[in-house]
C-alpha cells in the first residue's frame, strides 16, 4: 500500500494563499503522475491539477491562473500553491497519483476559504 502524505490545509480569508504538500515513497514518486483533488460538501470530486514525473501540468478551468502545482523530485514531494482563494474553493484536498494505471490516494487535507 502506497502511503501518500499531505499536509498545509487550514483556514485562510477569501484573496489569501495557502500551500499544500504531499510526500510519497521515493521509488514510487519517481515515475509517478502526480495530482490534487478536491471535494466539496454535496458535490463531486473535481480533478484540480497534475503534473508528470517530466514536468507537464494540467489544471482545471476553475483554478487555472489562480493555483500552481510543483514537484520536488529529490524531495519526493508534491506542491500546490493555492493563491486568490475564494469560498468556492472551500474542500477536502486530496493528494492523487496514477502509476502504471492504477490511482492512489491521500487521507485529505480540509481547506477553508472564509468570505
Known amino acids: 500500500q502506497v502511503q501518500l502524505v499531505e499536509s498545509g490545509g487550514g483556514l485562510v480569508q477569501a484573496g489569501g494563499s495557502l500551500k499544500l504538500s504531499c510526500a510519497a515513497p521515493?521509488?514510487?514518486?519517481?515515475?509517478?503522475?502526480m495530482g490534487w483533488s478536491r471535494q466539496a460538501p454535496g458535490k463531486q470530486r473535481e480533478l484540480v491539477a497534475t503534473?508528470?514525473?517530466?514536468?507537464?501540468?494540467k489544471y482545471a478551468d476553475s483554478v487555472k491562473g489562480r493555483f500552481t502545482i510543483s514537484r520536488d523530485n529529490a524531495k519526493n514531494t508534491v506542491y500546490l500553491q493555492m493563491s486568490s482563494l475564494k469560498p468556492e474553493d472551500t474542500a477536502v484536498y486530496y493528494c492523487?497519483?496514477?502509476?502504471?494505471?492504477?490511482?492512489?490516494w491521500g487521507q485529505g487535507t480540509q481547506v477553508t476559504v472564509s468570505s
Open positions: 492523487t497519483a496514477k502509476r502504471f494505471g492504477v490511482d492512489y
Open positions: 521515493g521509488n514510487f514518486f519517481s515515475i509517478a503522475t
Open positions: 503534473i508528470t514525473n517530466g514536468g507537464s501540468t
